[in-house]
């Protein structure tokens, strides 16, 4: 899980710099979750989910995590004053509960 976990920081960093134009293209689309970022993202986390032996609804289990790499999520913590250390934290407990066994 440590590809997944460093996956999440990556995007937490990336939401952090480019977070406007990212949730512009969350905002953009009819279905956010049909997006071609949100299908992209879901596809990598679904696909380290698979890799590490979690095939079984993967794809819902993707949409999981996904939900704290949302841009608009990201955004609104980062501006109440969470820090990103904050956040990448949650996101690597976040991880090792999902994958718990």
């Keep these: 899980m440590h590809r997944l976990t460093e996956y999440g920081k990556a995007r937490m960093h990336l939401i952090s710099r480019h977070g406007d134009l990212l949730l ?33 609804n993967a794809g819902v289990w993707a949409a999981t995590p996904m939900a704290t790499l949302s841009p608009g999520w990201v955004l609104h913590q980062l501006d109440s004053g969470v820090s990103e250390e904050t956040l990448e934290a949650v996101w690597v407990e976040h991880v090792e509960l999902l994958t718990a066994r």
């Design 24 to 56: 512009g293209a969350e905002q953009a689309a009819r279905d956010p979750y049909g997006s071609p970022p949100w299908r992209v993202s879901t596809t990598t986390v679904r696909a380290m989910l698979v890799e590490a032996g979690y095939a079984e």
